[in-house]
């Protein structure tokens, strides 16, 4: 986990804490990876102490964070991340500076101690996340440059680029990386005013003496691809940040799967002779992976087919034409250097050495022998590498070194080749008259035909087992689509059966509402009813107790006369 800064003085390579500063690191990580801190001024340089950057304005009063900068204004700070156990007791140490002097007020600024003594209060009070591994020699020399009264360097110093080496973290919803660094040479957010670049002298004249405004931004590109090349190197994918491509091969893609070897050949020869021209294929099945590789003896054939055949018709597909940007070749001249030969330094090999002190013949990349026997560079031995190899990169920007992949495929890659031009060197020692070298080379022109016979009888094979397969497949796919037309029907069936019972309980349900929402007689015929039969019970009893008093005089009357009529 490393970042690499570019600074007016020179290039400062950090290695982060992301263990003990999970957040500190993935800041200043994430702040990197988007550009942030190109052309920042160091404005605070504290000789023998410490020297600070990371404020777009200049001031030491702005600044934000990855998090202020994904999640909104309120998320601005985090908070510190002190681990007592660490000793701040050398120089070079990394560390977040609070805003406003208050803890855990964490955003973009940070500083870089340029002693060991008497600093432990500092790693007692701010978050340190890492440390310089590469570049003590521009600590030093940022220590030695003349200040003002408030620690600000008389000729601005800035962070030219940021390089992210190594990252653990996953990028957060929301990052989006610039895909250019940022234009002009100072931040719009600078609120100071600016002072003669370290770049340029003080009378004037820049570094380079008597260097135009073009002339400079050239060098500046120069320094930059300088840069990348250089990181590629200590990542791994190139040999040397001073390799470049070859300037006579040109790559080809977008191609027919049909087109071939011979075709392609035949077709770019118009614009001058060519050592070797090869369709890179699936070393497997053998089929095109549809781009190419094309040498020319010359640079200048090499420019005219590009300008003539780019975007051009071959075979109904419009092919795109590039200038290789593979290194791979090159990478072998590293890979067959002879280890030893009387203890004196390794020559670094250039274009027209092959690395060992042997002369080199410019025709085979560093695969031809001592008598001039020439190997073929697009040998079938190293088609299993040759996706990763030459993938189908696009060129990268002026003065960069390679934009291909050059990992453990490109090392296995280099052993084949080191294997079959050891053989062809050893082969070749042995005949040292012209016609033993044109039977060697028709030996392995024959040999290359077989394999590749060979391969497409394979794969003819592995095509016909194929359609037998697919053959012996069809009744079981007509069975599996009854099956599924079956359970569909049965799915249907089951899913109306469903759906009419749904239906007549809704119904069911509408009738019994509508009985229970029949409207019941109004209160006044009920009240009227009631006094009817009320009245009508009333007249009734009285029409009894009526009957009853006649009867009871009656009876009365009757037992008064019967009284009378005994008495007399």
Known sequence: MAVLLNTSVGDIVIDLFTEECPKATKNFLKLCQIKYYNNHLIYNLQQNYLVQSGDPTGTGRGGNSIYGILAGQENVCFDDEINESRKTNKRGYVGMAHSGGKGHTNRSQFFITLRGDDMEHIGAQHTIFGEVAE??????????LFVD???RPYQDVRIRHTYVLDDPFPDPDGLVVPPESPRGDFPREERIKRRIPYEEKIDGTFTSSGMTEEEMLEEIRKKEAKSRAIVLEMT???????IKPPAEVLFVCKLNPVTRDEDLETIFSQFGRIKSCEIIRDHKTGDSLNYAFIEYETEAACIRAYEKMNNALIDDRRIKVDFSQSVSKIWNKY?????????GPKKKPTDGDSGGGQPQNNSSYGNSNGNGVKKEPWSS????ASSSHYGPATAPAAGAAGSGRYGEAARSSGKAAWTESSYGHNEAKSNNNEGDAKDYRRQQREDSDRRRGAEESEAGRRRDSSRDR????????DRDRDRDRDRDRDRDRDR????DRDHEKRRGSSRDREKRREPSPPRRDRDRDRDRDRDRDRNDSDHHAHRKERREGRSRSRSRSRDRYTKR
């Open 381 to 384: 031995s190293s088609a299993a």
């Open 470 to 477: 697919e053959k012996r497949r069809e009744p079981d796919r």
């Open 236 to 242: 791994g994918d190139l040999p040397d940040a001073d």
């Open 149 to 151: 009264n408030e620690g």
């Open 135 to 144: 570049g003590l020699e521009v600590l030093e020399a940022l220590n030695n």
């Open 496 to 499: 109306d059966r469903d759906r």
């Open 335 to 343: 890979l067959l250097r002879p280890k030893g030969g009387g203890g």
